[in-house]
């Protein structure tokens, strides 16, 4: 495991000492790669204020518009949510996230996802994550502060990559990364459309069940390779049966 391959992601975090306490609690436990979505202010001095000699990761910290933009390149996805949503998503603890990330191999690229403040990610962010994070706080006082909530996945983290190390075969195979992945699932909307799969009243929620089956699989590059290229074969024939409906009919 490489701590340098994770990247914790902020969603529209809207106080920005919140960004520079989580900046504080990466750095204390060995992480730099710091990514905000739609942040509400930054940079602010606020966030340099509390980050309290972070500065460093504040400032190599990338600012992008859209989650999409933040995940690109990653290949794990863990998305935290202080409530279970309904989606049967794969659930973790920090010490079993950590467990996960400790097999994986040292060039997989991982993101760990956080919410909003007071209303955590959306149900569409959720399904773009293969698990989620619970931490199992205290059910009848559970709020945790966002940069609480990095610095204890983050403490768990370290921890795993300074127990010793068990000599376990890691996965030789690439995961596909998640820019990847969103361009296989509107391939497969496209095809599901033609062949009149999709229905038109409820698209989303079939995309949505479709997306959890994969997420589940967790998809290498050579397999999503394979899923389009049957894909593409599908919407060829689609094509060839076209045409010999026209040629049939101009005959």
Same mark, same amino acid.
């Given at each position: 495991?490489?701590?340098?391959?994770?990247?914790?992601?902020?969603?529209?975090?809207?106080?920005?000492?919140?960004?520079?306490?989580?900046?504080?609690?990466?750095?204390?436990?060995?992480?730099?790669?710091?990514?905000?979505?739609?942040?509400?202010?930054?940079?602010?001095?606020?966030? !340099?204020?509390?980050?309290?000699?972070?500065? =460093?990761?504040?400032?190599? /910290?990338?600012?992008? #518009?859209?989650?999409? &933009?933040? $995940?690109?390149?990653?290949?794990?996805?863990?998305?935290?949510?202080?409530?279970?949503?309904?989606?049967?998503?794969?659930?973790?603890?920090?010490?079993?996230?950590?467990?996960?990330?400790?097999?994986?191999?040292?060039?997989?690229?991982?993101?760990?996802?956080?919410?909003?403040?007071?209303?955590?990610?959306?149900?569409?962010?959720?399904?773009?994550?293969?698990?989620?994070?619970?931490?199992?706080?205290?059910?009848?006082?559970?709020?945790?502060?966002?940069?609480?909530?990095?610095q204890i996945i983050a403490y768990e983290l370290r921890?795993?990559?300074?127990?010793? !190390?068990?000599?376990?075969?890691?996965?030789? =195979?690439?995961?596909?990364? /998640?820019?990847?992945? #969103?361009?296989?699932? &509107?391939? $497969?909307?496209?095809?599901?459309?033609?062949?009149?799969?999709?229905?038109?009243?409820?698209?989303?929620?079939?995309?949505?069940?479709?997306?959890?089956?994969?997420?589940?699989?967790?998809?290498?590059?050579?397999?999503?390779?394979?899923?389009?290229?049957?894909?593409?074969?599908?919407?060829?024939?689609?094509?060839?049966?076209?045409?010999?409906?026209?040629?049939?009919?101009?005959?």
């Amino acid at each position: 495991m490489s701590l340098n391959s994770i990247r914790i992601i902020l969603v529209a975090t809207s106080h920005p000492g919140n960004i520079g306490s989580a900046a504080r609690a990466m750095k204390t436990m060995g992480l730099n790669s710091l990514y905000l979505v739609n942040p509400k202010s930054f940079p602010d001095y606020k966030a !340099k204020e509390m980050a309290a000699g972070a500065d =460093d990761v504040l400032e190599r /910290a990338v600012v992008t #518009e859209t989650l999409d &933009e933040a $995940l690109i390149g990653c290949q794990l996805i863990l998305g935290t949510s202080a409530r279970p949503r309904g989606l049967s998503l794969p659930g973790l603890t920090p010490s079993s996230c950590a467990d996960l990330i400790s097999q994986q191999a040292d060039r997989t690229q991982i993101a760990i996802v956080f919410g909003r403040e007071h209303a955590g990610l959306t149900n569409e962010e959720l399904l773009k994550c293969h698990y989620h994070i619970h931490i199992p706080s205290n059910p009848e006082y559970s709020s945790l502060n966002l940069a609480q909530a990095v610095q204890i996945i983050a403490y768990e983290l370290r921890m795993k990559m300074l127990a010793p !190390k068990a000599e376990v075969s890691l996965r030789q =195979d690439e995961y596909a990364a /998640a820019d990847e992945i #969103e361009q296989f699932y &509107e391939h $497969l909307r496209e095809v599901f459309i033609q062949i009149q799969f999709l229905k038109a009243s409820n698209p989303r929620r079939l995309m949505q069940r479709v997306r959890r089956l994969f997420n589940r699989i967790n998809l290498e590059k050579t397999e999503v390779n394979l899923l389009r290229g049957m894909l593409s074969q599908v919407q060829k024939s689609l094509e060839w049966a076209r045409k010999g409906e026209v040629s049939e009919g101009d005959s």
